[in-house]
């Protein structure tokens, strides 16, 4: 059976980081011309399993997925969370063995487009834009890794809680930021309980460091959150 992609499929691979500046006709002719399928999920499935020998890229049209770190003890570290028009899986098309130690678990149903090593290589060979998007994709990849070894060496959940609201902010190029993801998956993935996330806020909110708006919006003063950050304000 032929693989289609429907309107809003469509939508989101022009949201893509891979296709900024592409458009819907040039996706179109340029993915379609390559090799790659979609692929159904159910919630709590595990996508990309390394049992696959998966070689490529794969991009999410529809759902949620969390990208997990399982230690030895069964214990499970969330690092991010990917939502629909986001590449992942990059790091299995670069590393020469499949010795991959994130898992990506569907938090929904989740609709995904996959392509494969060699069709990503024709799709790149295809378009210099795609080719200069893929490796800007690559570079905030790395920027987010170094992001989180900053996260994890930070000492108290207020100086985690400023590190996160800087750089959501930073993403939207805005002192302002919506917490979109659910208040139990933004807990989970800060590794700190709700009441001391609100706690934290309060606490941010009476030194004048952040203010909560009616609108569920919270506006930040850098300069102070970078001080909490460095110490210097307790």
Request: charge should be positive; aromatic fraction near 8%.
């Amino acid at each position: 059976m032929k693989n289609i992609l429907d309107k809003n499929e469509l939508n989101s691979l022009k949201n893509c980081p891979l296709f900024n500046d592409v458009s819907i006709e040039e996706i179109t002719r340029n993915v379609i011309n390559v090799g790659w399928y979609k692929k159904n999920y159910c919630k709590n499935s595990i996508v990309l399993d390394l049992k696959d020998d998966f070689k490529g890229i794969a991009i999410l049209l529809s759902g949620e997925i969390t990208v997990n770190i399982f230690y030895e003890n069964g214990d499970r570290l969330p690092l991010r969370y990917i939502k629909p028009s986001e590449v992942f899986g990059l790091s299995y098309f670069l590393s020469s063995d499949n010795n991959e130690t994130l898992t990506f678990i569907t938090n929904t149903t989740c609709n995904v487009l996959i392509i494969n090593e060699d069709s990503l290589l024709k799709l790149l060979k295809s378009s210099s834009i795609i080719l200069q998007n893929c490796l800007n994709y690559m570079n905030n990849r790395i920027r987010f890794l170094i992001s989180k070894i900053i996260f994890f060496n930070l000492s108290n959940n207020q100086q985690k809680v400023c590190h996160f609201l800087l750089n959501e902010c930073s993403k939207a190029s805005s002192k302002n930021c919506c917490l979109n993801l659910p208040k139990t998956t933004l807990c989970e993935y800060l590794g700190i309980g709700r009441t001391s996330f609100y706690r934290e806020l309060n606490v941010l909110a009476k030194k004048n460091a952040i203010k909560m708006n009616n609108n569920g919006n919270i506006t930040i003063h850098p300069e102070k959150l970078i001080d909490i950050l460095k110490g210097k304000y307790s």
